[in-house]
Structure formats: structure tokens, C-alpha cells
């Protein structure tokens, strides 16, 4: 049976099999396949089974959706497309017979192949598009920002980091103000630094997670680390400057 791998930062989040005519994909629980990320469309995209072929169309979102690294409207899945949906990516896996013909194995692309896109590099791939034969755009040179994305239907959104040191917590001064009985003042600060961002707790009796995993004193944030902050959730990432 065919199915799709939904994976982050290379890692597998989940699998899901074609026990349908129809998949859907989106931000919005209804969603088949939901991928809560503020960068995905509420209804992003479909997968429509047609006969023995399966065409994904992108529902007019507003980041669009690629496979193998091109922009699409619709397009006919072949087995290991790479369908890239915001920062998160979905390996289509055709089934063994229709692949092989002879009921050979059918391999699971290799993940450390999967390329996820960022916002520069969604970019860059609209504008070659846009003009064929143009020379690759030049390398960046100035520093990446960094952003955290507001998860859970929070209205914070997006926020830059452009300052040395941003502060968490529920007091006036915190650049970034959150909420919650148990939140402190100060509940952790993230420093930029030439070497990258580092978050730190700072006490209180709110605690600080990153990817789940306690910290009681700091460490480094590496792109798509879910940083939880008492029942605040977000999504640390880089990007390039404007």
C-alpha cells in the first residue's frame, strides 16, 4: 500500500497509508494529515487517488507547495517525490508491486537526502523559476536572524530575535510577554552570539523545555527546535535578512 512519511529536520514524525481515495493536508485539525506550523495554509493541499496514479494539488496556499524542489499546481506523484510543505517534508512510498512489477522490496529514500526548505531557500527556487537560465543568486553574507514561530494557535506569530538578548516571561520589560499563573517575570532569555543563539533558563517555577527535554541551565538552539516555555510552544528557526 502506498504511503506518505511526514518528516522535520530529517527526523520521521509520522506514517500515514492511502487506506483512502483522498488525503488531505494542512494546518487545521480536520486535516488527514496535520502539520501544525504557522507556515502552512489551514488547508494546504490534497492527494487524490486516480485510478492506479495519486495527484497532489496544491489548494491555493499561501506558501505554496514543491516536489523535488520545483513549485506545483498538480502533479503525479512518483515513488520517493520529496513534497516540501513549509519547513516539513513528505516522502511519498509508492507499494512493492506497482513499484517493482515483480514484488522486489521497495527501499525507503535515504533521509539525510531530504533537503528541508527554508524561507530564503523557497526564494531562491521561485526566482530561478521566474527566470530561466539566470545565474544561481549570490551567497549570503550578513548573519541569519533568528525567529520564533508561535505554535498551538497562538496569536504571537512570528518574532525576530535582532537583539543581543531577548527575554521571556510575564514581566513589561520581557521582549517576548507570555502568560500563565506559574509564568515568572523572567522565565528564560535567548542571547544572540556570533557562534549562533543560545537559550537559558532563569529560574521560576515555570519550566523550560527544548525538544522535550528539561533545561535547567542554557544550551544552544539549533534550527527547528521546539523550545516550550510552561504552555507556550514555538518553533526556533534562521533566516536571512531582508
Request: proline share 4%; net charge positive.
Amino acid at each position: 500500500m502506498e504511503k506518505l512519511v511526514l518528516t522535520f529536520n530529517k527526523q520521521i514524525i509520522k506514517k500515514y497509508s492511502f487506506d483512502k481515495d483522498n488525503l488531505t493536508i494542512g494546518r487545521k485539525p480536520e486535516n488527514d494529515v496535520q502539520i501544525d506550523n504557522l507556515a502552512v495554509s489551514g488547508h494546504h493541499a490534497r492527494i487524490d487517488r486516480t485510478g492506479t496514479e495519486f495527484m497532489l494539488t496544491d489548494l491555493q496556499s499561501t506558501n505554496g507547495t514543491f516536489v523535488n524542489h520545483k513549485q506545483i499546481v498538480s502533479h503525479t506523484l512518483k515513488h520517493g517525490d520529496n513534497i516540501q510543505i513549509g519547513k516539513h517534508v513528505l516522502l511519498f512510498l509508492a507499494s512493492e508491486k506497482k513499484e517493482t512489477g515483480v514484488g522486489e522490496p521497495v527501499k525507503e529514500p535515504d533521509l539525510d537526502k531530504t533537503m528541508i526548505l527554508d524561507t530564503a531557500k523557497q526564494r531562491e527556487l521561485l526566482a530561478k523559476q521566474a527566470k530561466p537560465g539566470a545565474p544561481p543568486p549570490a551567497a549570503a553574507t550578513s548573519e541569519k536572524i533568528g525567529v520564533l514561530s508561535a505554535l498551538g494557535g497562538s496569536d504571537l506569530g512570528e518574532i525576530e530575535l535582532t537583539k543581543k538578548l531577548t527575554r521571556i516571561g510575564k514581566a513589561d520589560t520581557s521582549e517576548i510577554r507570555l502568560s500563565g499563573i506559574m509564568m515568572a517575570a523572567t522565565a528564560a532569555t535567548i542571547s544572540k552570539r556570533p557562534s549562533g543563539y543560545t537559550i537559558a533558563f532563569t529560574g521560576g517555577r515555570t519550566k523550560l523545555k527544548v525538544n522535550g527535554q528539561v533545561v535547567q541551565d542554557s544550551m544552544p538552539l539549533k534550527d527547528f527546535d521546539t523550545i516550550e516555555i510552561g504552555s507556550h510552544k514555538f518553533q526556533f528557526y534562521q533566516k536571512e535578512p531582508k
